[in-house]
């Protein structure tokens, strides 16, 4: 009986110290959410096409939290010249150095590479007063549904509210192809084309485009190359200057994701 005992209690441990094994040996859960932060260094910014920094350098950043559901929600900011640059022109003094974008959403898959993500933007210009020039805020909000097949995805973006402060634009679309190419070795290659519709005011209407080569340096790095431009129309997006915002340019950009 102590012999069949002491077999027992070897087993035992024996089971155990498998079990112990293979608990470590297993692959860890997927994370239920995560949180995630971003910094750069652009030569410019450019949105839509459109500089918003009159060609000059910005710093922007952002935070991103995500879960495992498919919602996410985060924020990102830049510097930003043009809501100084329209009190130039207007020789109206107005304030609104910084852009923040606050959105939120939801990803997930209808079948097998095919994916869609719905979401609110609201562009925040921290304390600006751009209604002193066009009587409209510059503050826009923004509905956006997209579909990713393969490679290649479609957006539409839609205004709740005026569209960057031009008056009488509620109601505004910015419709927008764009394509994810992996080259290799961290390359990536992006080809994108867009609409931007203005309602009620078609001389701000116009398209952009742009050809993105990213490449993945690894721990966090990413430089960005990008050739972008419009054909907006010959005043209706320019720096005090009087240069052409939409012109065809190259726009160089670090981040780092952390």
């Known amino acids: ?45 450019r949105y839509r096409g459109i500089s918003q920094t009159r060609f000059k350098p910005a710093l922007q950043g952002g935070v991103d939290f995500t879960h495992s559901s498919g919602f996410y929600v985060g924020a990102w900011g830049s510097t930003i010249k043009w809501i100084k640059d329209a009190g130039v022109i207007a020789s109206t003094p107005v304030k609104g150095p910084v852009e923040l974008d606050l959105y939120a959403g939801y990803r997930g898959e209808i079948v097998k590479d095919v994916a869609y993500d719905v979401g609110y933007l609201r562009y925040q210009y921290l304390n600006n007063t751009y209604r002193n020039v066009s009587g409209a805020n510059a503050n826009t909000d923004e509905l956006y549904g997209a579909i990713t097949y393969s490679v290649v995805t479609a957006k539409y973006s839609h205004s709740t509210s005026n569209l960057f402060g031009t008056p009488n634009s509620k109601n505004s679309g910015y419709l927008d192809v764009s394509a994810t190419f992996d080259l290799g070795n961290g390359l990536t290659l992006v080809p994108h084309i867009g609409r931007q519709l203005v309602k009620n005011n078609g001389f701000y209407s116009y398209t952009d485009y742009a050809l993105t080569l990213n490449k993945d340096l690894g721990n966090g790095f990413v430089v960005s190359g990008a050739l972008q431009g419009t054909d907006a129309k010959s005043g209706a997006y320019v720096s005090p200057t009087g240069k052409n915002l939409g012109r065809d340019g190259l726009v160089v950009s670090v981040k780092y994701n952390f």
């Open 1 to 45: 009986m102590k012999l069949d005992a002491k077999k027992t209690m070897i087993l035992a441990a024996l089971a155990v110290a498998g079990a112990s094994a293979f608990a470590q040996t297993a692959p860890a859960a997927a994370p239920e959410s995560t949180l995630a932060f971003n910094v750069s260094v652009a030569s410019e910014y």
